[in-house]
């Protein structure tokens, strides 16, 4: 009698989607007809994982589908010699339309996947390993962007309390989270508590904590005594111990975040693909290190420029029917990639003409800021593939879109 675990033999191509979870992953095999050969559900274990793949490599799996490009899953995909494709998970929600109108379910969508190998499988690439550096500095570059955001929320948090309690501390200094800014409200967490600052007592305390900028203590003095007045009596005592609480956690996580920026510099330094990076203009290392993460260092990922363009979601796209024709944003694109592209490009402008030149005129044919840099960056991706595909590092000399515009821009000048 036949095993109804083992799928039975198929004559042609076979595909394999797997539903990556937690605990467990579901699995399906179909035939060029779409035809299912084999469900199943693997424990995510050592010996489960070990089991997946030995099936799926004695089947002859033509390519598998998965939802994430990472993981021990993907990893042991990989170790045993089988194509992996990643379907992304925005993609996985629109496919489920083509089916039936439900719910996520992980059996039908281990199905989704595999079929999607089977009828549009050129649409999506065979997924390629960076090397153990590239991997390492991702995890630490994404690790650092995490605790950012989280920053981000607290510094927010902290905020709408000051505005309710203490508002003159909102603006007094430049940043909220900046280290003096911390600083002096760890030592004046409330309106009352500062209310006894004279000039003199100010400029003692800016002195003390080694304040270097060129704002006079009678500035801060005059932003204190000109804000609305914060809060008086019980409420102001509770929101007191909530200012303490956001600060310790904000100083907690810039504490983490300068480590992993340390240990970002440390493993960028030793990456081979480093030079490359660094050398473009204002990247400096931990922009660099965003860069080298996200783009990596399989050059068969990106074939030429547009690819990596249209995978940051720094091109356009187009759509047209009939007499209509429009041209949007891209919004299926790899986020994590676009916001280091865009990064890179907004902060080049202050250093590079040519990119300057390029904002200034996407600016002055009406686009807004977000759009600009996205030109800019769609224009450096160019540069910036070749330098990656080539391994050497960006040569201002060797720019020729750079020099031709210096060259009419001196020409001009003359």
């Known amino acids: 009698m036949h095993d109804p675990t083992v799928p039975a033999a198929s004559t042609g191509p076979v595909f394999a989607g797997v539903d990556w979870a937690s605990a467990d992953h579901a699995v399906c095999v179909i035939d060029a007809g779409g035809a299912v050969l084999w469900r199943h559900t693997v424990t995510h274990s050592r010996a489960g994982l070990a089991r997946l793949t030995a099936r799926l490599v004695q089947l002859r799996i033509s ?8 993981g021990p899953v993907v990893e042991a995909l990989l170790d045993a010699g089988l194509p992996v494709a990643v379907v992304p998970p925005r993609q996985v929600k ?28 050129h649409r999506y690439p065979d997924l390629t390993r960076d090397a153990a550096e590239t991997t390492g500095l991702r995890a630490l570059v994404r690790a650092r962007q995490d605790l950012v955001e989280i920053r981000v929320g607290l510094v927010n948090q902290l905020r709408h309390t000051l505005e309710l309690a203490f508002p003159g501390a909102v603006g007094l200094f430049f940043d909220l989270h900046s280290p003096i800014a911390r600083a002096f409200l760890r030592r004046f967490p409330t309106a009352a508590e500062s209310a006894a600052l004279d000039e003199e007592a100010m400029a003692a305390w ?16 005059d932003r204190l005594r000109t804000a609305p007045a914060g ?5 102001a005592a509770a929101r007191r111990h909530i200012t303490l609480a956001l600060l310790a956690a904000i100083d907690a996580i810039e504490d983490q975040a300068a480590e992993l920026s340390r240990r970002i510099k440390e493993a960028l330094a030793l990456h081979p693909d480093a030079p490359i990076f660094t050398s473009l203009p204002r990247a400096g290392q931990l922009r660099a290190a965003a860069l080298l993460a996200e783009i990596g260092d399989a050059r068969g990922r990106y074939p030429g420029p547009d690819a990596l363009a249209a995978a940051a979601g720094v091109c356009p796209v187009t759509f047209e029917s009939g007499k209509h024709r429009a041209v949007g944003f891209r919004y299926i694109a790899d986020l994590k990639l676009r916001r280091a592209l865009t990064d890179f490009a907004d902060d080049s402008r202050h250093a590079n003409p040519w990119a300057a030149d390029i904002y200034t005129r996407a600016r002055a044919r009406g686009m807004r800021h977000p759009h600009a840099v996205r030109v800019l960056a769609r224009a450096w991706t160019t540069v910036i593939w070749r330098c990656w595909q080539d391994g050497v590092p960006y040569d201002p000399a060797r720019h020729g879109a750079l020099n031709r515009y210096l060259n009419q821009d001196a020409a001009a000048a003359a």
């Not at 390519?63 to 990472?70: A, F, H, K, T």
């Not at 379910?105 to 499988?121: E, K, N, P, Q, S």
């Not at 800016?206 to 003095?221: D, H, K, M, Q, S």
């Open 63 to 70: 390519r598998v589908g998965i939802e994430r490009p990472d």
């Open 231 to 235: 809060l008086a009596g019980t409420e």
């Open 206 to 221: 800016l002195a003390a904590e080694g304040y270097c900028g060129r704002t006079p203590a009678a500035v801060f003095i």
């Open 94 to 121: 629109s496919l489920r339309s083509r089916y039936r109108g439900a719910g996520k379910d992980d059996r039908f969508d281990a199905y989704l996947l595999a079929d999607a190998m089977r009828t549009d499988g």
